[in-house]
């Protein structure tokens, strides 16, 4: 039988690792973070809209005001967190960042006990460690590091993401999963367009449309693909198997981007991997 938890979440997981790959291409050549990323998320609610028109018409017109108040909300923590992630993911390593950004496996079961009252058992807990030391493993190379400014920059971005996801899960319950992979994607338009003002950033100007669209699209399968997944398992569960994202990018960095690798980051990512076949096997 097929898991279709298992298959949407894996869709989200390499569009997430193709999408920070292009968004370090782009970032490489100079684009400005806050008009990129707006240029691309203007083409995925497009796309959205599309999707949605064709798919569930008639209940955007029922919606309540409570849905319309959380689509903002995840809009709102979605918007700064792509931002915030672009500026650390300027000043690191697509590996580096990909794997820092996927500290949302503290936050997300940190903030789904405490607003969703999901349980935490011990297996679970030795998961979370497991992956935590893979982090690191992978970030430090086997040093002793502090966190950089990117790197900070990274977490913030995490909690973001970690707070869409519990927003998103909350919004099941009331909402179609394709609406609320259009709403969250549309709400973050504004925080794009409040910043360019604030920054006085041009974000009419198009200069790598290839990208642009890349990523666009790229973005909407995210939003469709994680809100389908959450819509059938538990937050942990979409946070914990999304580690195969930072393994993906290991091999996009080291291959595509010339960006190094140390013998400490391969058994870090090897713990990653044996610690997301676990979850695979366990009922999470």
Do not use: H
Not at 185 to 204: D, E, G
């Amino acid at each position: 039988m097929i898991n279709k938890k298992f298959i949407y979440i894996s869709i989200f997981s390499f569009s997430w690792a193709l999408k920070i790959f292009f968004n370090k291409i782009a970032l490489s050549k100079g684009v400005n973070p806050v008009a990129f990323i707006a240029q691309a998320v203007f083409v995925s609610v497009l796309i959205l809209t599309f999707y949605t028109l064709i798919k569930n018409k008639s209940e955007i017109k029922r919606l309540s005001i409570d849905v319309y108040k959380g689509l903002f909300f995840a809009g709102f923590f979605l918007g700064m967190g792509y931002v915030i992630g672009l500026y650390g993911l300027k000043y690191s390593t697509s590996i580096n960042y990909s794997f820092a950004i996927k500290s949302s496996i503290i936050f997300t079961p940190l903030l789904a006990i405490l607003v969703l009252k999901e349980k935490i058992d011990k297996n679970r807990l030795l998961l979370v460690i497991a992956f935590i030391i893979g982090i690191y493993l992978i970030v430090s190379g086997g040093k002793f590091i502090l966190p950089r400014a990117s790197d900070l920059l990274t977490l913030i971005a995490a909690f973001c993401f970690s707070c869409v996801v519990i927003v998103q899960k909350i919004l099941t319950k009331k909402a179609n999963s394709t609406i609320i992979a259009w709403g969250r994607t549309f709400f973050a338009l504004p925080v794009f367009i409040f910043l360019a003002f604030f920054l006085k950033v041009n974000i009419t100007k198009i200069v790598f449309p290839e990208l642009v669209f890349t990523v666009g699209f790229l973005v909407a399968v995210m939003a469709i693909s994680i809100n389908k997944s959450i819509n059938i398992s538990t937050a942990t569960y979409v946070s914990m198997m999304s580690m195969i994202v930072p393994v993906l990018n290991v091999i996009l960095g080291s291959i595509f981007l010339n960006e190094t690798i140390n013998i400490f980051q391969i058994l870090g990512g090897s713990l990653v991997i044996f610690s997301g076949i676990q979850v695979r096997k366990s009922n999470i």
